[in-house]
């Protein structure tokens, strides 16, 4: 802990002393600025699909809206986004049942405001519906006769944020997703927010990741990008709760009583440097967070503490370019993770994460990857319950657009030991018009190892289908 909070202390230090020798008339950062706000301030947003609606080209003079526009189109309708999405997933293997049958409506929202302020809002509500693995039973009453049914509701906000630029430099308050790691599928590095685990057999890291309430800053400087989080009440990953199709009951219905530990300081922050060397780049990065599973300990035959465990991640990650060819790679120490025994027991222990992918593509309609992952315990022993001493992974990755890229088709393999796993998505996506896309996906994990985290899945072997229609 001494370590990194020196080695935090360091790049605060830098980091200050970058703002304080910054000068108004600075070589502006490579890339086009946009009504004082650079590019490179806006965090990946600029795969949305309208990123600035509303906004004036001043270099071209063409306004995106009209400024005889009223005040509900300029500030309500064209900032918006609208969806809404239909899912139905059947498990085709014996006994053959409906996994999802749901509906989802997601709003986005984005908007410029003042030339220096910048609103956000993705947020997305559910409802599932019967035979849903998400759904519950519940009793309700018709004509004063109850009866039962099985429903529920749900949401999640992804990011709900203010952003204000001022010069070099940018801050956004709010509910957020922050994602500094390189990789499509592990997180070495990126373990900053927590990960959605109620709906399994999901791997897409992008689409698991939690929103949660931070203050990030960042500042662009010739000598690089410098990245601060603070997060004051810190998420934790969702598991499926009780009554739902996948949940799990770890003490097989013993009469046991959960008890939370009080932990005090729960804060969570963090600093990153990145610098770009053409369509290369290179990071370190110091974090000290709590970990996003809570831990267990029991402390009697009827009672379990639980616990929420500080760790810290000292870890690099860079991105290489070689024609069509992009090798990038991440690895992380981390300092005092806690594992279980078999006595429900806490054990601290160091470890190294570390993986390298290899992404080419041909050309612009062609992609393949492979990717390798290496989770490594140090000081691991057998009394460490369920976890290897190095759990690896690898992944191969193809997608292909076709009709004029209409047609998306994609397939991802994964082989996981020493707990031999085997995992295999295809998935195809077909966009009708400009507002209807329709999807299917097969997704078939295979195991026959008991101790794999895929073994009660191991049977799970899906067809997926989706409507999506955007307004």
Known sequence: MLTLRTLVLFFLLLFCSSIHGQTTDETKKTGDSIKGIELGMLDGLMDQKDPFPGFVDEEIGNDTTSTNGSFWDEYIFDPAA??????????????????????????????????????????????????????????????????EKGFAFGSITRNAFLQYSFGKASVKMGIQTLAWGESDFAAV?????????????????????????????????????????????????????????????????????????????????????????????????????????????????????????????????????????????????????MYNNSALQLIERNGIDATVGFEYAPNSDTTVGLELVNNHIIDWDEAILGVPRNNYTVFFLATKQLLKNNLSLSYISMFNGPYTTFFNLLSGSYKLNDNITLSLDTIIPTTENERSSFYQFREQQHLAFKVQYLF
């Open 82 to 147: 609208l969806g809404v999405s239909y899912e139905l997933t059947y498990k085709f293997t014996k006994p053959d049942e409906t996994i999802k049958n749901r509906m989802a409506f997601r709003l986005e929202y984005s908007k410029f405001l003042f030339n220096s302020f910048y609103l956000h809002l993705d947020a997305k509500s559910f409802t599932f519906l019967k035979n849903d693995s998400r759904s519950r039973p519940i009793t309700y009453y018709s004509n004063d006769e109850p009866k």
């Open 189 to 337: 590095t990126d373990e900053i927010n927590p990960f959605d685990f109620r709906d399994p057999l999901n791997l897409n890291i992008d689409e698991l990741r939690l929103g949660q309430l931070m203050v990030a800053l960042s500042l662009y400087t010739s000598f690089g990008d410098w990245n601060v989080f603070f997060v004051p009440d810190p998420r934790f990953n969702e598991l499926p709760k009780e009554g739902t199709r996948f949940y799990v009951d770890p003490f097989e219905g013993r009469d046991v009583t959960f008890q939370d530990d009080d932990n005090g300081n729960l804060f969570e922050y963090g600093v990153r440097w990145q610098k770009t060397f053409g369509k290369s780049d290179v990071s370190l990065i110091a974090t000290s967070l709590i970990d996003n599973t809570i831990q267990q300990q029991q402390v009697s035959e009827t009672l379990i503490l639980e616990r929420k465990k500080r760790f810290s991640t000292l870890g690099t990650t860079f991105n290489y370019a070689i024609g069509n060819l992009l090798v990038r790679g991440e690895a992380a120490i981390k300092f005092s993770k």
